[in-house]
């Protein structure tokens, strides 16, 4: 009785309308073959797309360790109490039967009293006005929902014993566009909250806790313009998924090491698609791409250096000094502290706006690398290193009558009058000194040799924060350049700018024998998991940047005058003196002059080296608005030198302590 | 005609593929309604596929039962069920009898037990049509009799039109003519009335798709609109010229969502492919794309294209 069989049969009409029947039959095929072979992939792409929503998944961001390990920011887990919103479709649902069967009623009650009111039945047409629109059903969900989300929350509220209300609109529109997310009802729990819930909340219905993921800075403060900050950061990266339905995201780097390495700390972010089904809730989770963690940065910083050198500006200058330091061991460029004041807390939104918009104090800035300062007369060793170069005898004489004289212009010397050789007047301070021999070398020679100290061009820090400082150019000398530029050039004044950090690098290559360093920040960057087969990429120490070439001799004379200068009776340096180190330093006191020629404030300077023998640090403490470089800047290196000693006493005590953990 | 021995009656290979496609489809409504919640939780005997073993046996017994009866027997009684059908057929019509839903009264409901009147009058016209057209070729040829056999069909049509139920109404037309060509209507007859027909509906469908809204033949909104969403045409097409762009936008809206249940069923069997994702894995169904209420019936095709 199959169809093939009428076909057999010698009967016209049976035959066509087995004909016809297979034709119908095989159109059926091609339609089906059609949609299911020929528009597959199509098909498919239009299931994926209404039933699959993708979501970002964040990476860990590495932390940042100080050189010993310590952290310095890393991330704290916050717990977010959520509603998960798939959990109560069913509560949802008999809500909205409930509203649903009252509004009956009453729709019901109005239809008996209009009818009452005419004394008939109303007409099919009169029944349209009470009819409940799909507006106001859709209102009953809503309200169902809010009603149901707002009695959770009370519950949780008694049982962890703290106030929640919920905010009925951002709940809906979180309904509306985030359906397949859980709702974050209450963010950034404490402790004793989570504790209470953990307890008491045990029935779990529709609401839990939610692990997020915060930037966190341990240590307050400290080396906050180092640091820098981030901000939460809604733009996919670069080989990423260009879409996602729901972009969770994560932070940016926008200055200091966290911009730096901003893509090393940040990882990549891994994807999630959540099966939803037909009214949006989530239905299943699959994660595609594990979230791959971001690396550690490592840097140089000793964070009790560090700490040192904060404490130590905060307790002599107050917490509004505009000061910078910068510790930097001589050996290898390492940057052992860098401190900038007014401190800067790297959680961004933490400091005071008030605070940050002053444009003096200007805590954003990190005047250790950021600023152009005149460097006064700290600049003087490098012109008596030139000149010494240069031919100069460091015994000679020069008289100094308590001011002197270029071409007409009369430059006063606070260095008392008498008669000076080249270790008093480092000593002294004497600018009568160094305009002298600093124009008997001539300016040349001195524009050589800072050159080679690479003075006004950046160092290339990874944070983002420096500024290249000034130092006349070949042409700008070769050009209008008179004797008084020269003169103001030899006491560090004039067309001469630098930061804290290029003088620690200066001083630095002074003290280890002409060595010029690449100041290194960061050691290396490193896997989170220890376990990882990824090897760390290091950065190595020590990476020369150019040699002075001077004479050993001729630096061994500078370093006694700068010996001389803190623990000579006559030395302007002694308040940085520490028993047990002797210390070479120089101090510094640069006029500041506004664009009408008015002094309005000095810029306060210590630069120095230590251990005299066999040097390992160099300390450059810069105070904007200080008294001079002496009084000012002293105590404060000495505090850092004090904490230096106290490292190296406790130093065979930590070896010890290392071994046994 | 032949006279076939009691061997002969029965058609393995037909039987076989029954038998075959009954599995299938108790197999498949099993999987279209246990991804629902809520009739997954329903006892045994409540559930789709249980029920569906129930008509089986029922079905198998009335087919029998039929198989058993003398033709003869089939015969005489044809025209008395026709009447019946009839009957029952004016009987949905009236407000009381025939309940209402979606807007068509289409079932009587006896309270344990709930039946479209058209399904039966399918059955019937069946019947009675072939008794009718069982005579001899010269009498086929008579005018009356053709007219007889037209007004036959054409009587529960329009009935059933009458309720409204287009897609029960339009399957007697193609039963009626096929078993009037078989009996041996003369050609040029039916070839008439094929002509007829088919010129009748070609400008119902142009009126339908294409003429402005005054010209447009009275018919449900529902019905026009499946219409439109079949042959793709635009709802915006039938604006008033001076529709405001929200307006359009409403009308766009509609259009997606009367072809909301054609576009989910040609997903699911198009992203099925040609291999299918396997029993009871298909995510259309599970996730409520497909209508749940019906998912286990009129989407059945969709529930089994996508699965296997």
């Given amino acids: 009785m199959l169809v093939f069989d009428e076909l057999k049969k010698n009967d016209a009409q049976l035959r066509l309308v087995a004909v016809v029947l297979l034709a119908g039959l095989l159109v059926l095929l091609i339609g089906l073959w059609w949609v299911q072979v020929v528009s597959a992939h199509e098909y498919q792409s239009h299931l994926e797309t209404q039933s699959y929503r993708t979501i970002r998944l964040p990476a860990v961001r590495g932390k940042i360790l100080d050189r010993d390990g310590r952290v310095l920011a890393e991330n704290r887990p916050r717990y977010n109490l959520s509603l998960y919103l798939d959990d109560l479709r069913q509560p949802f649902y008999s809500g909205y039967t409930n509203l649903l069967k009252s509004a009956r009623a009453v729709q019901k009650q109005n239809i008996a009293n209009a009818e009452k009111k005419l004394g008939r039945s109303l007409t099919k047409v009169e029944l349209k006005q009470f009819r409940l629109s799909s507006e106001y059903l859709e209102q009953l969900r809503q309200e169902a929902r809010v009603r149901v989300a707002s009695g959770i929350l009370a519950q949780v509220s008694e049982k962890i014993g703290q106030p929640l209300a919920l905010d009925a609109k951002n709940f809906n529109s979180h309904y509306a566009k985030k359906l397949a997310l859980p709702y974050p009802a209450l963010k950034n729990l404490n402790a004793t909250n989570i504790a209470r819930f953990e307890e008491n909340y045990t029935n779990r219905l529709g609401a839990d806790l939610e692990l997020e993921s915060v930037r966190s800075y341990p240590n307050g403060t400290a080396a906050g313009h180092l640091l820098g900050y981030v901000l939460r950061d809604d733009e996919a990266q670069s080989g990423e998924n260009s879409y996602f339905n729901y972009f969770l995201p994560d932070y940016r780097g926008m200055v200091g090491v966290e911009a730096g390495f901003d893509s090393e700390l940040r990882g990549r972010a891994g994807e999630e698609s959540v099966l939803v089904n037909s009214l949006g809730y989530r239905q299943s989770e699959n994660i595609g791409n594990q979230p791959e963690p971001g690396h550690n940065a490592v840097l140089t910083l000793d964070l009790d250096l560090q700490r040192a050198a904060e404490n130590s500006l905060a307790a002599h200058r107050g917490a509004d000094a505009r000061a910078a330091v910068v510790v930097m061991d001589v050996r290898n460029g390492d940057v052992l502290a860098l401190a900038s004041s007014p401190a800067f807390n790297p959680v961004y939104s933490e400091n005071d706006h008030a605070r940050m918009a002053d444009g003096t104090l200007r805590p954003a800035i990190n005047r250790a690398t950021q600023e152009n300062y005149a460097p006064g007369s700290i600049f003087k060793p490098i012109v008596g290193l030139a000149a010494l170069e240069s031919g100069l005898d460091p015994n000679a004489i020069v008289d100094n009558p308590g001011f002197v004289y270029v071409g007409r212009r009369h430059i006063t010397d606070l260095a008392r009058p008498g008669k000076y050789n080249f270790r008093r007047a480092i000593m002294d301070s004497c600018n009568t000194y160094f305009i002298t021999v600093g124009l008997q070398a001539g300016i040349d020679a001195i524009i050589r040799l800072a050159g080679k100290f690479h003075f006004g061009e950046r160092a290339g820090l990874p944070t983002r924060q420096e500024t290249t400082g000034d130092i006349p150019t070949r042409e700008r000398i070769h050009s209008g350049w008179r004797d008084g530029d020269t003169a103001n050039v030899c006491i560090g004044q004039g067309e001469v700018a630098v930061t804290p950090l290029q003088m620690a690098v200066a001083y630095a290559a002074i003290a280890n024998g002409g060595k010029v360093f690449w100041p290194r920040l960061v050691t290396r960057i490193e896997p989170q998991d220890p376990a990882s087969p990824e090897a760390p990429k290091n950065f190595p120490a020590g990476v020369i940047r150019d040699e002075l070439g001077v004479r050993p001799g001729n630096l061994k004379i500078l370093h006694d005058a700068m010996l001389a200068e803190t623990e000579d009776a006559e030395g302007t340096g002694k308040a940085a003196v520490v028993p047990g180190l002797h210390i070479c330093g120089k101090t510094g006191t640069a006029e500041i002059m506004d664009a009408q020629n008015r002094k309005t404030g000095r810029t306060t300077w210590f630069a120095s080296f230590a251990p005299y023998e066999n040097p390992r640090y160099a300390v450059v403490v810069m105070v904007e608005n200080g008294t001079f470089g002496g009084p000012t800047c002293g105590p404060i290196a000495h505090d850092i030198y004090e904490e230096i000693v106290n490292q190296e006493k406790s130093a065979a005590g930590k070896v010890l302590a290392a071994t046994l953990n | ?308």
């Fill in chain 2, 1 to 308: 005609m032949f006279t076939p021995t009691p061997r002969e009656q029965f058609d393995r290979l037909q039987l076989a593929a029954l038998a075959g496609l009954m599995c299938l489809g108790a197999a498949f409504v099993f999987s279209a309604t246990m991804a629902n919640e809520y009739s997954a939780t329903l006892p045994w005997y409540s559930q789709s596929w249980v029920r569906q073993i129930v008509w089986y046996a029922i079905g198998i017994g009335a087919a029998a039962a039929v198989c058993v009866l003398d033709y003869n027997t089939l015969a005489r009684w044809s025209f008395v069920a026709y009447w019946a059908a009839i009957f029952s057929l004016v009987a949905v019509l009236v407000p009381f009898i025939g309940s209402m839903r979606f807007g068509a009264r289409r079932w009587i409901d006896l309270g344990f037990f709930q039946f479209q009147p058209s399904e039966f009058a399918k059955l019937a016209f069946i019947l009675a049509g072939a008794n009718f057209l069982s005579r001899p070729v010269d009498e086929l040829k008579l005018p009356l009799n053709f007219w007889k056999g037209i007004g036959l069909m054409l009587l529960p049509f329009a009935l059933i039109l009458k309720e409204p139920d287009l897609g029960s109404a339009l399957v007697l037309l193609p039963t009626g003519l096929v078993m009037m060509l078989v009996a041996g209507t003369p050609r040029k007859y039916l070839l008439r009335l094929a002509g007829v027909v088919g010129l009748l509906a070609a400008l119902f469908l142009a009126d339908i798709l294409f003429a402005p809204p005054r010209w447009q033949i009275p018919m449900q909104a529902y019905q026009r609109n499946r219409l439109l969403v079949y042959f793709g045409r635009d709802y915006t097409h039938f604006a008033s010229p001076t529709a405001t762009p929200a307006e359009l936008q409403h009308l766009r809206q509609r259009q997606l969502d009367d072809a909301y249940n054609v576009r989910q069923a040609l997903i699911s069997v198009g992203s099925g492919g040609l291999a299918g994702k396997g029993w009871g894995k298909g995510t259309q169904n599970a996730l409520g794309y497909l209508p749940r209420a019906v998912a286990h019936n009129d989407f059945i095709f969709s529930v089994i294209a996508e699965e296997e």
